[in-house]
């Protein structure tokens, strides 16, 4: 048994420990430099070249070429904006030292040896150095740890490790917030039942944040090979990073709060887009309902119990025979018809759509996509010109070239048939991309990408798969319905993955380790970029049971994706299968998160504008309190509600900290002052919330979907602060059309102060164009006493104040 145990454990750790870069050959010294509009070029001694580029007063990208020029082909599929209007800033030189400054950032670099360095241009602190020049693996002295010595050379950077700099972000790992004295890697992949510490999983985003002493910078390497991050864990003088190939290429922005990295970030990389506001509605999926007539029963069981519902999914069993863009005409003879039957129950249907297209085994099978894909040349193929046939869901299988821009094309509108039959929403699966011929990846490593004529091979692309196919899926969605926003979601990803899809961390186990796993990965993908997150609610593989299925929506309800999904061969989770006891509690939390629908989508609004993530860590509100930095059993809803779940069996009590300010228990009003850990109950059906002191809460109507009722009255809770100042900002748009990109939106500003006999709120004049109707809105002052109300008033889209008493 105890063997059995540590075999798993090895299985579940992909760490390398000893692993450290001290082997590699060091970039040569600085002899002369070039300068241009915004780039200086650096020549070494070794014929290597180092180019750092100037792209905003925050913002300044460095690329490294070992004992080369600068290669003239500069592309990454993660970047959205490459032309930026270039920021006022100079260059000054000593013997020693070349010195560039913009308004915000002073990067000095030291010519021998050549060592980068960021400061602070205002205060000069220093914010990040190198440790070590920037390094090259020109003697292979690591190969014996790459996946692929012959496709291409190991590169990396090391940074001094401070003292007590902590480190976000990583996207999608089985970890703690803090990466602090611990290591990654970078490699897609298909790792079901994953526990904390597995390593890699399902996703790349090689984009981390370094806090210290409540200064922040961030640090993106924009480099697919399979990648590793090393914080200290292998050494305590350095951070580094490095990959199996491609480019030392990275960005280094700076803050110094998290937010504006993020918001940089998002500049850099894509703005999420927001999905339709159903999305933000309650899902139920399983694997797999089928026939119809079940899908049915599941919608018709959530309408009797009076549970709100507004997607349900269909997992792989739908298709015929595992064959994407078909449906079984057994189980499903009429797709359109049973969308249409269930969007008048006000549920939407997503499909799962695999990368794997059958490859039929039979010569005289017609299949439309694998004939098409095979006349049109858009499957991948190995080095030597077989096709490249993996073994996946439908048996042997082909993959696209996700790179050619003809083959998504053709896949995105492959799509129609989904549009066609009202599907509402594709889910993507399976694209790290998963094989089960060879999980590791290693047997793809000689299958070769068009990649914009390079034809580089899946060492360089496997962890950009899942990024081209959402945006294939992505683009087609908007080709096909122009007039509605796409929804996709996607199992593995890379940084820009924000602009075509949401996320769900993969195959979880239904156990309270799982659970708690839950807060640190939704919050660190959320420092990475990519807000719209969720996990299976009650856990994916294994038995769960009540208590862990409340608990488990405790924590999700407020997460932008709230989906209960089940294996296959599981035992079934609906928030009804374990007794009325508790699916009471889950239709309370349900119902609580419809009536906040107007508070979270504020709050994913926030994250398509400005990057900062709806579902936060407290650090990103409280940058400044190192209370927070390890802190990751609570979380944090935009800037104003603190929710502090259970993540244990049979407990009903738990310590929570609250940051300074003064903090009301959402469940009673009662009033608190931050700045210290408290104890507060939290019996089942009571997970332990509480709302700031200067927040407005806006919330809707009861409803059991999106768009059952006009969102009217929207009510106003108010939480002054010890000022008696209270504030917020409401956004509000169609829900559905990508109208609000172009103004079609209403920004709602609302203010409360302490009036004579009470307290005056004032309505701003609303901002955009869209137009919500008539609807009342209503004020209330939460106090643990009596609730102040206002007369409620119309909402008559002008600048007003209202007395409330
Ligand atoms: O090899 O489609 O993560 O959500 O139910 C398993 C079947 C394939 C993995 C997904 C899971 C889904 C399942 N899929």
Known sequence: MKRLFLLIALLNTGVVYAQDITTLEKIGSVIRFAKSEKTVTLHCDDNSQVQLTILAPDLIRVRAAFTKPIPARDHSWAVAKENWPTPRWKIEETAASITITTDELEAVI?????????????????????????????????????????????????????????????????????????????????????LEGRDPIYQTIPFYIGLQRGIAYGIFFDN??????????????????????????????????????????????????????????????????????????VVNE?????????????????????????FNQERFPDPKALTEKLSRQGVKVVTIVDPG?????????????????????????RRNGDLFVPRVWPGESVFVDYTLPEARQWWGDLHRVYTDNGIAGIWNDMNEPSDFVDQTGKNQLDVVSYDEGEKTTHAKNRNTFAL??????????????????????????????????????????????????????????GLS???????????????????????????????????????????????????????????????????????????????????VPPFRPLLLNYQDDASTYNLDDQFMIGDDLLVAPILKPDVTRRLVYLPSGTWYDYWTNKKYTGGTMISV????????????????????????????????PITFNIYPDENGLASTSLYED???????????????????????????????????????????????????????KAIPISDTGTAREVQIR
């Open 110 to 194: 030291r010519r021998s040896p050549l060592l980068i360095e960021f400061r602070d241009a205002r205060t000069h602190q220093l914010l990040n150095a190198d440790e070590r020049p920037m390094s090259y693996d020109a003697k292979g002295s690591l190969a014996n740890i790459m996946f692929d010595p012959k496709a291409g050379m190991f590169v990396a950077a090391a940074k001094k490790l401070g003292f007590d700099e902590h480190f976000y972000g990583l996207g999608e790992k089985a970890a703690r917030l803090d990466k602090r004295r611990s290591s990654f890697i970078n490699w897609n992949s298909d790792t079901p039942g994953y």
């Open 529 to 611: 970029g990519e807000p719209f997150v969720g996990s299976d609610v009650g856990g994916f593989i294994g038995r769960g049971n009540g208590e862990l299925l409340v608990r488990s929506y405790q924590v999700s309800f407020l997460a932008p994706f709230c989906r209960n999904h089940k294996v296959i061969d599981g035992y079934d989770q609906e928030p009804w299968r374990f007794g009325k006891y508790y699916e009471d509690i889950i239709r309370k939390y349900l119902k609580l998160r419809y009536a906040l629908l107007p508070f979270l989508y504020s709050a994913l609004e926030e994250a398509h504008r400005s990057g």
């Open 357 to 381: 297209i059958k490859h039929p085994t039979d010569k005289n099978e017609r299949y439309h996509a694998f004939d098409q894909g095979l006349e049109k040349n858009f499957f991948q193929h």
């Open 302 to 326: 959530y309408r009797k119990r009076d549970l709100p519902l507004d997607v349900v999914h269909l997992d792989i069993d739908y298709m015929n025979g595992y064959r994407v863009f078909t």
């Open 734 to 788: 169609d829900g559905l059309s990508p109208a609000y990109k172009t103004g079609a939106f209403r920004r709602t500003a609302v203010r409360v102060r302490r009036g004579a006999g009470g307290f005056v709120a004032g309505l701003g004049a609303p901002e955009g164009s869209y137009n919500p109707g008539p609807r009342t809105f209503r004020f209330v002052m939460k106090s643990s006493e009596r609730e102040l």
């Open 468 to 525: 081209l196919m959402s945006r294939a899926t992505y683009e087609g969605l908007e080709r096909l319905r122009p007039d509605r926003r796409p929804y996709v979601i996607t199992r593995a990803a890379y940084a820009g993955i924000q602009r075509y899809a949401t996320m769900w961390t993969g195959d979880t186990n239904s156990t309270w380790e799982a659970l708690a796993l839950n807060i640190p990965m939704f919050t660190s993908l």
């Open 224 to 297: 697919s090979y399979r990648s590793y991050f090393n914080f200290g864990q292998s050494s305590q003088q350095r951070v580094w990073f490095g990959a199996e190939g491609g480019e030392l290429n990275y960005y280094f922005f700076y803050g110094p709060s998290i937010k504006k990295i993020l918001a940089r970030y998002a500049d850099l990389t894509g703005h999420l887009q927001l999905p339709p506001l159903w999305a933000l509605g309650n899902q139920q999926s399983r694997w797999s309902y089928y026939p119809d007539t079940m899908v049915e029963a």
């Open 681 to 712: 109950d939290a019996p089942l059906d009571t997970v332990p919330m509480f709302v700031r002191g200067g927040a407005i809460i806006p919330t809707g109507p009861a409803v059991n979907y999106v768009g059952e009722k006009p969102v009217d």
